[in-house]
């Protein structure tokens, strides 16, 4: 079975921060966001919204790939989130979450 592997980039709703990440079960990682439940950066500034990002085959990859974008300005990572989501929405807004925290992404 193939195993998938993520870096994404989440906001704020004023999108005054950005973080980036990797994971292996994006659903997931995005109800903990919403959720808050990791204590830490992502839930002081309340950064929930994804908009963007980037599945990989290998994890050591999509750990580069993290790596890379941290190291990016401000502007050029601006410019990566427009041209996959120009309007900055979010893309996990459509995703279902059962009571338990098992994530179910929605069809549409």
Avoid: C
Wanted: charged share 35%.
């Amino acid at each position: 079975m193939r195993k998938e592997y993520y870096t994404y980039i989440t906001t704020n709703a004023a999108r005054t921060v950005l973080y980036i990440g990797v994971t292996s079960n994006i659903e997931y990682r995005m109800y903990e966001h919403k959720k808050k439940v990791n204590k830490g950066f992502t839930e002081k500034y309340n950064v929930s919204k994804l908009v963007y990002y980037e599945e990989f085959e290998y994890v050591d990859d999509a750990i580069f790939r993290e790596k890379q974008l941290k190291r990016w300005h401000r502007e050029w990572k601006e410019n990566l989130i427009r041209t996959q989501n120009p309007h900055w929405r979010d893309l996990s807004a459509d995703w279902n979450y059962d009571d338990a925290g098992d994530p179910e992404t929605s069809s549409g």
